[in-house]
């Protein structure tokens, strides 16, 4: 009896295994043209392999991208041309690029892994973008979605993390190893006589993912349940395929709330986002953030339920500031989820926002212009025709004021009337009157009394609290402006 060669026992399932993974979720078609991103490790040369050998009956188009990220020199420079060899003997195009992540980890103040995951991503689709590949195929495998899951898993989060790796995204990356373990990995490989080389920081416990796989992984393989692998994957797929039910179902009821799209900014009528379960509004604002930033990684169950506080809070305006950049603003019955703009001195109208509330003469501090204001009773009477409408000092007639006090910056459409002047004006026609810029008028703080503008710090009073010859008791209030830097 002829005996099957052991090569044909460990390939020709792993094969199947991925064709069947293609044909499930669709992953490729006929003609396609994919990048397939190759590190050199065990995982993207038998991704590499396996494409290549199945790539006559799917008619593709394949090419390999390798990213050196700076951070091992010596090392990075032999996996480079280890993968450069690689494509010269497989006959396809080969792409390459350095990048100094460390720099790009500092000027984003991003973890490591983070970092080398952004860096990595963008480059895959600048090449796939200039060179005319629609798919970006990569390595992950079963493994890998199990520690993924367990990660998100003590990190807390909901569905979308817990859901595991998408083995398809929206934007072309596909994972045809995703239903097949290390294991079989590592035995293909073999049964193929398939070099590779080995990353040493796979090996070191300072990050997460490594702790998972090499410490917690197997500990729970011997003492509770040698299929945790498999479990993990099962719920993966479970909570995926529930979440993409409940995303239909919610998606008309979630879109009733949004006032406005674009590119930077998605408006959200906060009445209308009241009007829904609470978690329906979990999933609007989630949606919102991945909408924007085009992942929802790093923002967690509590971010999503800071920005519903904000929108129930009492206070109509307000912001929170979110990772990578997101910002959620209030503004009175709106909600804004926008990119925040880099703070530069002639570009802050659009994204400063600040509220804070005087219950009685005293000292507050406004944290976002780092300037004070102080309000204190005045012992002496103050003449009419004193210094009733200044800029940094200035007095109120006692009895004019009602407590408590609101302290913010400008928001659109602000009336108030001018001291000296009759009848109201805009305050925007104000800053522009006096040439105030536009960077001045987001920091200037704005001072209300029974939602009326009494003083627009810095600039004028308002007619209404205007010290009189019949004013028995003053207010004096003060703005202390932060100190002028040198480099400023």
């Known amino acids: 009896m002829h005996k099957v060669r052991p090569q044909k026992q460990i390939v020709g399932p792993i094969l199947r295994t991925v064709k069947q993974t293609i044909a499930a979720y669709r992953m490729l078609a006929r003609g396609d043209s994919v990048l397939m991103g190759v590190s050199g490790g065990p995982d993207s040369v038998a991704l590499a ?55 790009y980890r500092r000027r984003h103040k991003l973890s490591l892994e983070e970092a080398a995951r952004r860096v990595r991503y963008r480059f895959y689709h600048e090449i796939a973008e200039r060179n005319g590949y629609n798919k970006i195929a990569l390595g992950h495998h079963y493994d890998d979605n199990a520690e993924l899951v367990l990660m998100y898993l003590l990190r807390g989060s909901g569905p979308q993390g817990l859901s595991g790796i998408p083995p398809v995204r929206a934007d072309g990356i596909v994972r045809p190893l995703i239903r097949v373990k290390r294991s079989e990995i590592l035995n293909y490989n073999a049964a193929r006589h398939l070099r590779y080389v080995c990353d040493a920081s796979n090996s070191d416990l300072k990050f997460l993912r490594n702790k998972i796989r090499r410490q917690l992984i197997p500990l729970l393989q011997t003492d509770y349940n040698p299929r945790v692998v498999e479990n993990l994957n099962k719920l993966a797929a479970i909570i995926r395929s529930e979440d993409e039910w409940m995303k239909d179902i919610l998606r008309p009821l979630c879109a009733r709330t949004l006032a406005k799209t674009d590119a930077d900014r998605i408006v959200i009528s906060i009445p209308s986002l009241r009007q829904l379960p609470r978690a329906a509004q979990r999933r609007t604002i989630r949606q919102a953030i991945f909408s924007l930033q ?16 904000l929108a129930a809070g009492g206070s109509r305006y307000g912001r929170l500031d979110l990772p990578h950049g997101i910002r959620a603003r209030r503004d009175d019955q709106e909600l804004n989820i926008l990119r925040r703009a880099p703070q530069r001195s002639d570009d802050t109208a659009e994204y400063l926002s600040y509220e804070y509330s005087l219950q009685q003469p005293g000292r507050v501090f406004i944290e976002e212009i780092g300037a004070h204001i102080e309000l204190t009773e005045s012992d002496g009477r103050i003449r009419p025709d004193g210094p009733c409408a200044g800029q940094l000092v200035v007095f109120f007639d006692m009895d004019s004021v009602h407590f408590p006090l609101i302290i913010r910056n400008f928001r659109p459409g602000d009336r108030f009337s001018p001291s000296g002047m009759s009848g109201s004006q805009k305050l925007k026609k104000f800053f522009s009157d006096h040439k105030i810029p536009r960077s001045a008028r987001a920091k200037c703080p704005i001072v209300l009394s029974q939602n009326k503008i009494i003083w627009v710090a810095g600039h004028r009073i308002a007619n209404s609290v205007q010290v009189t010859a019949a004013t028995r008791k003053a207010l004096k209030a003060e703005l202390f402006l932060a100190p002028k830097r040198d480099d400023d």
């Open 49 to 103: 392999d396996v494409l290549l050998t199945l790539a006559p009956e799917f008619s593709l188009r394949l090419g390999i991208a390798h990213l050196n990220h700076g951070l091992r020199p010596e090392a990075a420079v032999r996996e480079a041309e280890f993968v450069h060899h690689l494509a010269r003997s497989c006959g396809v195009p080969f792409y390459l690029q350095a990048e100094d992540v460390q720099l």
């Open 294 to 309: 085009g992942d929802l990684r790093r923002i967690t169950f509590l971010h999503v339920d800071s920005v519903l506080q």
